[in-house]
């Protein structure tokens, strides 16, 4: 393993991915929300950007589909790739949860694919970045929730979650709602609709981010609902991860100095 960090950046402050819960967590989002990413296929080549999807299990390995135009520079890595199969790569993806990167020892062109396609083996060992303090829950068209709140000018809007914490939320946002949205300001009248219960929410605008995106840290909440939203996402959490029966919350790591 030394060898093939020696030929990569690799960034500070990172720290290994350890358990088999948040290994989990990694595998749930490859799976299920095909994160985006990047890989770099020597140390001086430009990061490639990719989308990630994940098979059925981790043993059934990650496929990662080129997600943008051939351009020179990248026909000619590609070109180097399918010259040397097997060849090593380092990969970054950002996850709800975290950042991680792994090392890929053995990459793989998927023959006959739609789109420029590779296959790697899910890594033995995970790094990670940007780590959150509690878990972070997706939602989609099948697990809708919503946040509605008065605007300046009176008018009432609904914005879909993108995901969310006891500690904040990502709004799906419209052109319309931006000015309405700006960094450091704070909501009036917040309603947040999670499963079919409504709760009174205060909350700021924290960031705008690509995609019509914008982050909402939570400032006020009824003790009632942050336990409820503290349940609901332990529990779904619980269920799609398939974890096994015993203690589980939603926070990501623990002070190992502290006990409940």
Not at 37 to 59: L, Q
Not at 146 to 169: I, N, V
């Amino acid at each position: 393993m030394s060898d093939i960090i020696s030929k990569f950046p690799i960034p500070d402050g990172m720290s290994e991915v350890n358990d088999e819960y948040q290994l989990n967590l990694c595998h749930y989002e490859l799976k299920n929300l095909k994160p985006k990413g990047t890989i770099m296929f020597g140390k001086d080549s430009p990061e490639i950007k990719f989308r990630f999807i994940a098979g059925e299990k981790r043993e059934d390995g990650i496929f990662a589909r080129l997600d943008e135009g051939i351009t020179p520079a990248t026909r000619k890595i590609i070109d180097m790739v399918e010259r040397n199969p097997k060849t090593d790569c380092f990969v970054s993806l950002s996850l709800l949860q975290f950042k991680i990167y792994f090392f890929a020892k053995e990459v793989m062109e998927v023959k006959g694919a739609q789109h420029k396609t590779y296959f790697f083996k899910f890594p033995e060992k995970l790094l990670k970045t940007h780590r959150r303090k509690f878990i972070r829950i997706p939602f989609n068209e099948q697990f809708p929730a919503e946040l509605r709140f008065q605007a300046s000018d009176g008018s009432t809007r609904t914005c879909k979650l993108k995901d969310l914490s006891r500690e904040g939320m990502r709004l799906v946002i419209t052109d319309a709602d931006k000015p309405f949205l700006e960094p450091g300001s704070r909501l009036k009248l917040g309603m947040l609709k999670v499963i079919n219960k409504e709760m009174s929410v205060g909350a700021q605008v924290v960031a705008h981010y690509p995609g019509n995106q914008v982050g909402l840290k939570i400032i006020a909440m009824s003790e009632e609902d942050k336990a409820w939203i503290k349940d609901c996402i332990r529990i779904l959490m619980k269920q799609i991860l398939n974890l096994p029966e015993s203690p589980f919350g939603d926070v990501l790591e623990k002070d190992p100095e502290k006990k409940d």
